[in-house]
Nanobody, 121 residues
Framework: QVQLVEAGGGLVQAGGSLTLSCAAS????????MAWYRQAPGKQRESVAR???????NYADSVKGRFTITRDSAENTLYLQMNSLKPEDTAVYYC???????????????WGQGTLVTVSS
């Protein structure tokens, strides 16, 4: 019904940059807030960045000043620009969206499949 497809993960050296994308498709009325999460090996999933329907952003302390979350409403796409990457940023990154669907109207949480980011020393 609603699908999030992520792309942009890969291998990058410490200090480098990488941009992730998350494209929403399917049948929905609107997308409210969207967010990026990540899960490193042996660790719990953690929130990285979020952006509200009104464009208000919030970041985890560990990525403030390095990561930037943006949203292209016309393309229904979420982005995460990651700069000054560190080995501790290595994780599977997941896209999350709060969407409104019909039949009847209801709220729905949707997750992407995840994309792996590996930062080498």
């Amino acid at each position: 019904q609603v699908q999030l497809v992520e792309a942009g993960g890969g291998l990058v050296q410490a200090g480098g940059s990488l941009t992730l994308s998350c494209a929403a498709s399917g049948s929905f009325v609107s997308i409210n807030g969207m967010a990026w999460y990540r899960q490193a090996p042996g660790k719990q999933r953690e929130s990285v960045a979020r952006i509200s329907g009104g464009g208000v952003t919030n970041y985890a302390d560990s990525v403030k000043g390095r990561f930037t979350i943006t949203r292209d409403s016309a393309e229904n796409t979420l982005y995460l620009q990651m700069n000054s990457l560190k080995p501790e940023d290595t994780a599977v990154y997941y896209c999350e969206a709060a969407v409104v669907v019909t039949g009847p109207y209801k709220n729905l949480e949707v997750w992407g499949q995840g994309t792996l980011v590996t930062v080498s020393s």
